[in-house]
């Protein structure tokens, strides 16, 4: 016969898995959730129609151009040392040779990765 202790112990092992249990649930519909927001932002930009011409504002089309990366700059140290606030930034010649200048929010995945001579794809 098990003691008031042992069915003390016993009923919080059980709310404590009831907790993770529920945590888990609520991280599975929120990714969920997120996933399906992504999936329709991808719907909608592949529905959308090619731009006649370079877009000057936003609009419901998407541009593409083939750039060659004529220099990058991650500014990384004028961000964590605060002195001018330089955002990353990239240099990009078109195949008309009439420079492109690019600002990034950070220096993510693409920026990091481009090099001098590094074909990219801009999209607008």
């Known amino acids: 016969m098990r003691g008031r202790r042992g069915i003390t112990e016993q009923a919080g092992r059980v709310a404590v898995w009831l907790a993770i249990a529920l945590v888990g649930l609520m991280a599975g519909v929120m990714s969920a959730m997120e996933v399906s927001g992504a999936l329709e932002r991808e719907r909608e930009y592949r529905a959308s129609p090619v731009c006649a011409s370079v877009p000057v504002t936003a609009s419901a089309c ?10 990058s700059a991650t500014n990384e140290s004028a ?6 606030g330089k955002k990353p930034a990239a240099t990009l010649l078109p195949p008309n040779g009439k420079p492109w200048n690019a600002a990034f929010r950070n220096t993510g995945p693409v920026l990091s990765r481009m090099r001098p001579g590094d074909p990219v794809v801009g999209v607008v």
């Open 79 to 84: 961000a964590s040392e605060g002195d001018d």
């Open 62 to 71: 998407v541009w593409e151009q083939a750039f060659t990366v004529r220099e």
